[in-house]
């Protein structure tokens, strides 16, 4: 095997640049952290876990220009069992097309949540799925991770900041932080990705 | 063109009283006994075989040559298993009909074009009633008493013209007239060992000798004597018990019958071009009332492979009162389905895939935890959004600034220094929204809402009241 090919397998990281990889993406809607992604934008068929202390700093609105774009499909957006209602008017006002929502819940027991995660990646019928997870441990977040490449669906995994410690088999990670009236997100893990650069952005206010 | 020459195939069950029960494949011996105060083999399954058991034997006898379980015969039981085989025949032929006791048959010269010849139908229907927990004996002759005798007399015969018929069919013991004792004895009389050397005889003879029942039986076989059959009437609605061969106490050991129920059900659904959206299965306890569960379809559907599947996942969920001694199914809607599959269409293998997948969902979540998102065009904030059936198109937006997160009650604040506190004291950011109304429903909202930041710089959507105690509440999270 000579050094290119192995440079070319997308399991090799090469410090300071961002390869096109061949896994498909979908563009986040902010230009600035698409540059920083391999494939410009969220691993479609695996798993990002997006982490965040607070609540209330953005964590939807980084996601919601994504959601908007991929509810193009015929596909579900899939919530499993959210911490709170997905305000119907809120998404709407985002752009996603509430006939492609699908809300999953309520589930009995971190078992079954984990279970309807599985099914929503794995089934090929959700574009995305969202689910909150803050116990899931390597084991679980590898199968979730094969059942989106199963489902070529984008799993957007939402836990609390203290996960950043656990390793993760996770295709992207990312770390969500108030920066005054901004939101700083800091990437720490990406496939064939660029350094931990972090960025701060303008998520799209209730202003919009 | 000539119509189709009529074809007969005859399905025996030589095994039936043991196979109605569920004890035809267990891997224990089994047998059925007369009963009575000299109770004597009937027939046993093939363990039972295998250690050397056969009919006629004394229980008590049988039970020296190995461990052994004795059954009752239940003809209701069998009458029950063979209605249920007839109405799913009917997916292979528009005419069945009962010959019992133990057998059915099934006019295929015109079915088979469609099913792609002689051999694939035989394979099929083989193959089907194997999977519904039969051992099944399969001739087919241009006659129905033809094709009767052949499996009387164990022969998987597949003849299709009327003209070689009479000499296959002479080369057939006796006993496949099925005539009485008496006239049977007084055939071997005479000297005769088959229905050739029968034949052989003179005609008027015969029948002056035996009656003219005897004479017509072979007349009938051999296409002489017309010979009407009464159609087997499927009935309009699907319900089945089943025995089960030992009482069960986990949902795992009803997977197997549960797996036979569906393929006669989906049998049924396919003579009768149809599919079904809804399932009642009832588990009969011996002594608790019966308990029963559904399996609610979004779409029609006849497939066992995807019912199996839903079913295995609402079973999973399943907790038994009681150890269960017979399973039941009934389907009372039938939705008129086509042969078509959805998964042939342009675009519909996506759309055939979407539906499984939220089938799965609502078999072990149930369907109320399965649902899309509506809006309502209402100026309160709790109003204006509900839970629909998904893919459901709803009325649009105001689109106003209104937070992604709403949370499911609006929770007081704590007030300090005249700020209400979350997480710290919250900042309120921009002018307010007044919200008014719900006057006509008898549940009035008074509030301004304003956004809110804490000192963490989490923003909040919150609102106060504007009159009475003139409270602070969060209602919803800028996400």
């Known amino acids: 095997m000579g050094l290119e090919t192995v440079l070319r397998d997308p399991r090799v990281w090469r410090f300071g640049e961002v390869p096109a990889t061949g896994t498909e993406t979908v563009p986040t809607g902010f230009a600035e952290l698409d540059a920083l992604l391999p494939g410009r934008g969220w691993p479609v068929g695996a798993l990002t876990e997006i982490l965040a202390e607070c609540e209330g700093i953005g964590v939807l609105r980084l996601v919601m220009p994504a959601l908007a774009r991929l509810c193009r499909s015929e596909r579900w957006l899939a919530w499993i069992a959210p911490p709170h209602i997905p305000y119907a008017p809120a998404l709407a006002a985002h752009g996603v097309d509430l006939t492609r929502v699908l809300m999953i819940g309520p589930v009995e027991g971190p078992a079954e949540r984990f279970w309807a995660v599985e099914q929503s990646l794995r089934a090929g019928a959700c574009s995305a799925v969202l689910a909150w997870l803050p116990h899931a441990d390597w084991r679980g977040l590898r199968r979730l991770q094969l059942a989106a490449e199963a489902g070529q669906s984008c799993g957007l995994v939402f836990r609390p900041l203290a996960a950043h410690r656990e390793a993760s088999p996770a295709a992207l990670r990312l770390v969500l932080e108030p920066s005054g009236s901004r939101t700083a997100v800091r990437i720490i893990k990406c496939r064939s990705g660029a350094g931990a650069k972090p960025l701060t952005l303008d998520l799209p206010g209730p202003d919009l | ?479």
């Open chain 2, 1 to 479: 063109m000539r119509a189709p020459a009529s074809l007969w195939l005859c399905l025996g069950l030589p095994a039936l009283p043991l196979e109605a029960l569920g004890l035809g494949e267990t891997p224990g011996a089994s047998v059925l006994s007369t009963g009575g105060h000299d109770p004597r083999v009937l027939m046993g399954n093939r363990a039972a075989c295998a250690l050397g058991i056969i009919p006629g034997m004394r229980t008590g006898a049988a039970h020296a040559l190995g461990s052994l379980e004795v059954h009752t015969r239940c003809e209701s039981a069998e009458r029950a298993a063979l209605h249920a085989l007839a109405a799913w025949c009917g997916q292979f032929t528009s005419f069945v009909s009962l010959a019992f006791p133990d057998g059915l048959l099934l006019e295929v010269g015109k079915s088979l074009s469609l099913f792609g010849g002689i051999e694939a139908i035989r394979r099929s229907i083989r193959t089907g009633v194997a999977a519904l927990g039969y051992q099944p004996i399969l001739a087919i002759a241009p006659t129905p008493l033809g094709a009767i005798f052949f499996v009387r007399a164990c022969q998987e015969s597949c003849l299709t013209d009327l003209r070689q018929l009479r000499g296959p069919l002479g080369r057939l013991p006796l006993e496949v007239l099925g005539v009485d004792e008496g006239v049977a004895e007084a055939l071997v009389g005479l000297g005769l060992r088959d229905l050739g050397d029968y034949l052989r005889l003179p005609r008027d003879g015969m029948a002056r000798r035996f009656g003219p029942d005897v004479v017509s039986r072979l007349d009938r076989a051999l296409g002489r004597q017309p010979d009407p059959r009464v159609p087997f009437e499927p009935p309009a609605r699907f319900e089945r018990v089943l025995d089960l061969p030992h009482e069960v106490y986990d949902t795992e050991a009803l997977q197997f019958a549960a797996r036979r129920l569906l393929l006669e059900l989906t049998g049924f659904l396919r003579a009768r071009g149809a599919g079904t959206r809804l399932l009642v299965f009832g588990l009969v306890h011996r002594d608790r009332r019966e308990s029963t569960f559904r399996l609610e379809l979004v779409e029609p559907s006849r497939d066992p492979e995807h019912l199996g599947q839903l079913l295995q996942i609402r079973l999973e969920r399943l907790n038994l009162p009681e150890p269960i001694r017979a399973l039941k199914l009934m389907v009372d809607e039938l939705c008129p389905q086509d042969g078509i599959s959805l998964a042939l269409l342009p675009g519909a293998k996506a759309r055939a895939q979407s539906i499984a997948f939220l089938e799965r969902l609502r078999a072990r979540l149930g369907a109320e935890a399965v649902r899309g998102l509506g809006l309502v065009p209402d100026h309160r904030p709790e109003a204006a959004w509900y839970l629909c059936p998904p893919g459901e198109a709803s009325a649009l937006s105001d689109r106003r600034r209104r937070p992604l997160w709403l949370l499911a009650e609006p929770r007081v604040l704590v007030v300090q220094k005249g700020r209400p506190l979350l997480r710290g004291p919250l900042e309120l950011i921009g002018r307010g929204e007044r919200i008014e109304g719900g006057w006509w429903d008898g549940r009035p909202i008074a509030r301004d809402y304003f956004i809110a930041r804490n000192p963490a710089g989490s923003r909040y959507w919150v609102f106060r009241e504007i009159e009475g105690d003139r409270r602070w509440f969060v209602h919803g999270i800028f996400d």
